[in-house]
């Protein structure tokens, strides 16, 4: 039993809740972000995300909104063709689902690294279509899926649909894992490092080890999103980081490879 049954189709949640999350989880993190007393938790300064960042907060907003639109279009067309109205769903047992989920976690982890690796690699993609994201030099929540359209296609529509696809997940898991993965992503670009975060202390991919990444120095490294840093140790892309304590307040992530 879900909150949402009897009133819309798990089809539609998993389509249409993980975008309305995106907005509701990122734009609480946009607007702590600029409260004084969080200050001494941001990763970059105020001055640093104004003089740095290439690309105006609502071009990101129009970016990340046209990607939804695909994602949306994308999500209805997969439900529609991997289900059966004539046969209901019966939910697995709650072990199966967890199963389900960590097969999903690394399906969307090594087609994420793959994609986005050879879009680093390949210097007309990321100049044509990769530095789209990299405008972003300081990452802030609601610009985790600011992206070119067709890496936002190829990188997290796809990653998403395969991840669902091989984990044989029913609609009603995949509402409840691709939430999951919103809210990391997110996280991962929120630009605070915060006490009792469950993301940055459960995973070590979290927002100081992608900040790395979205740093010059690191552009080469840290690959991997956005679970796991796997295939960034087996590979040779991964960046340890360290955080140092900022005189004016906060903190700052530096790669700890000489």
Known sequence: MVPWEGYVSDETMGTFA?????????????????????????????AEEDEKNLVSVPTVIRGVLLQQLVQAIVAMILFMVTSDSSTPVVQPPIHIQIIQFG?????????????HRYMHQNKFLYKHIHSQHHRLIVPYAIGALYNHPLEGLLLDTLGGAMSFLFSSMTPRTAVFFFCFAVMKTVDDHCGLWLPYNIFQRLFRNNTAYHDIHHQLQGTKYNYSQPFFS?????????MPYKLVSRKEGGFEARPARD
């Open 230 to 238: 796997i295939w960034d140790r087996i590979l040779g892309t991964h």
């Open 103 to 115: 097969v999903a976690m690394l399906v969307m982890d090594s087609w994420q690294y793959f994609v």
């Open 18 to 46: 993980p975008i309305v999350l995106y907005w509701v989880y990122g734009g609480c993190y946009q607007l702590i972000l600029h409260r004084r007393p969080l200050q001494q938790y941001r990763l970059h300064t105020q």
